[in-house]
């Protein structure tokens, strides 16, 4: 039963830490994207929450991906004078994403994701040792 749980958990983890690099992906693709006309917002940053929920069967917190908030610091400006989506003065209002942040995010999100893997990698090690013992 312990053996379960422990996947359980891990299972949990990575499906969380998945939602999350993909929701940094995005951010990432969308850094440089400008709108296409003026006046109109720009890609905003997503952020990634968690929640946690009980799990019935083994009675333990679980985590999961919660809600996706948009980042609402002011965007970036950029100046393009012949960008279609310029103003009067020739600024494009650029998404509010930081490489750099989401670069360090993205590697936060890829280790949590390896601890969660490296501990499914070693109940699986377990329960098989386990079950070689038994024979």
Known sequence: MEFSKSLTFAAAGLKAQSGRMRIIAENIANADSAPASAGAEPYRRKIPSFTSHMDPETGAKLVEAGRVRRDQTAFR???????????????????????????????????????????????????????????
């Open 77 to 135: 400006t950029k100046y393009e004078p012949g960008n279609p989506a310029a103003n009067a003065r020739g600024e494009v209002q650029m998404p509010n994403v930081n490489a750099l942040i989401e670069n360090m995010d993205l590697r936060e999100a890829q280790r949590s994701y390896e601890a969660n893997l490296n501990m499914v990698t070693s109940t699986r090690k377990m329960l098989s040792q386990t079950l070689s013992i038994l024979k």
